[in-house]
Structure formats: structure tokens, C-alpha cells
């Protein structure tokens, strides 16, 4: 069974416009991971935020993590069409894998 | 290479065959992963190798599904005598370190058990 569970599972937004994905999960963890997955594509790892930490940012994206809430949120700034994806969290357990959420998928019309 | 290379990318099988899904990580990764996503869902964990031994194999869904990695580099995920449920894309990852690190996904492999 999966750890985490991202709302909302999908996502439709205009070009230019924030985007924000929230992730809840179940047990302590060490670190969340967002990825990104383009359909029928691999996934493609976007940030990681360990647990001591409570926000991130890398280029567009801002990652927040709340170990109290057990929740994390991905904003997506100044989105674009090519952001269009399905996009999920991931949180370690015991430091050896990696237990995904069931996804948000994203559409950014142009 | 440079990155995960898994293959074949697409296998079609008839129900009952046993098939063999290859993973090449990344050179000098020590963590290797297999997933198993079905359609409009997240990727499952199924087993995790370091080095060549296998530390957790508590997610493959039953003794038809077996994975080596018997010299620590390349992985190959083995099932035998496939059912319909089956049928989903084989993800592989590897990373430098355990699980604090970045994980590297392949492309995947698309099984149909038909």
C-alpha cells in the first residue's frame, strides 16, 4: 500500500498561474522527494526536503514540509505548458525506500 | 551510461510464460530499486538492493515475482508463469547512497499479460 496521498489528484490551471500540490502521509519519515512524471515517461526527481527542514525552493518551485501535520505542499510558480505532468511525493522509510502517493496530475493549458 | 537503462521498453507475454525485465542503474550506484505502477497510479515498491544484496523484498506481490542483482550492478526482475493482474510498466532506480538521496528512475517496462 502506498504512504502518501497528494490532493488534489488533478489539476488544471491557465499558463502563468501558480500552481499548488499538497501530500499527506502516514508514518515519521527522514526526507520527501517530489518527482515529476511526463506520460509514459520515467519519473524525474524535483526536490528533496529532509525532515529537519521546512521549506525549499529550486528555480519556479517552493517546497514546504510541516513533520507535525505530517504533510508537505509543491508550488509551481509562473507555470508553463511543458509543467504539464503528473507529479508525486515520496518519503523514505528506515533511510532504504522510497513509498509513493498516488499523484496529482497537472494540465497547464497554454 | 548515462542514466538507468531498462529493457526491453515494451513486452507483450501470454498468460503463464515467465518473462525477465533488465534494469543497467547508473555506474557506481549502490541502491537499486524495482517499482511496479499500473495505470493512473503511483509507483509500488517492490524490493531494494544494496550492492548486491537484497535488504527488502517485503513489497513483491507473491513468489512468482524474484530479483537479483548478483554482482551488484545490473538487476534483472523475473516473473514467472505471468497473470493478467501483472500487467503494469516495471520501473528501476538507483541512487548513490540509501534513501536520503536522489533517486534516478529508467524509462520503465511495459508488461502486457495477455
Known amino acids: 500500500s502506498q504512504q502518501g496521498e497528494e490532493d488534489p489528484q488533478a489539476l488544471s490551471i491557465q499558463e502563468g498561474e501558480n500552481a499548488t500540490m499538497n501530500c499527506s502521509y502516514k508514518t515519521s519519515i527522514n526526507n520527501l522527494q517530489w518527482y515529476r512524471q511526463n506520460s509514459g515517461r520515467g519519473l524525474v526527481h524535483l526536490i528533496l526536503i529532509r525532515s529537519n527542514e521546512r521549506e525549499k525552493h529550486s528555480g519556479r518551485l517552493r517546497v514546504t514540509l510541516d513533520t507535525s501535520k505530517k504533510s508537505s505542499s509543491l508550488l509551481i510558480t509562473a507555470s508553463r505548458a511543458a509543467d504539464t505532468a503528473s507529479y508525486f511525493c515520496?518519503?523514505?522509510?528506515?533511510?532504504?525506500?522510497?513509498?509513493f502517493g498516488t499523484g496529482t496530475s497537472l494540465t497547464v493549458i497554454p | 551510461g548515462a542514466g538507468v537503462s531498462q529493457s526491453p521498453r515494451y513486452k507483450v507475454a501470454k498468460r503463464g510464460q515467465d518473462v525477465a525485465l533488465r534494469c543497467d542503474p547508473i555506474s557506481g550506484h549502490v541502491s537499486l530499486f524495482w517499482y511496479q505502477q499500473a495505470l493512473g497510479q503511483g509507483p509500488e515498491f517492490l524490493t531494494y538492493f544494496q550492492n548486491e544484496a537484497q535488504l527488502d523484498k517485503s513489497g513483491l506481490p507473491s513468489d512468482r515475482f524474484f530479483a537479483e542483482r548478483p554482482e551488484g550492478s545490473v538487476s534483472t526482475l523475473k516473473i514467472q508463469r505471468t497473470q493478467q493482474e501483472d500487467s503494469a510498466v516495471y520501473l528501476c532506480a538507483s541512487s548513490l547512497g540509501r534513501g536520503d538521496t536522489e533517486a534516478f528512475f529508467g524509462q520503465g517496462t511495459r508488461l502486457t499479460v495477455v
Open positions: 515520496a518519503t523514505d522509510k528506515e533511510g532504504n525506500q522510497f513509498y
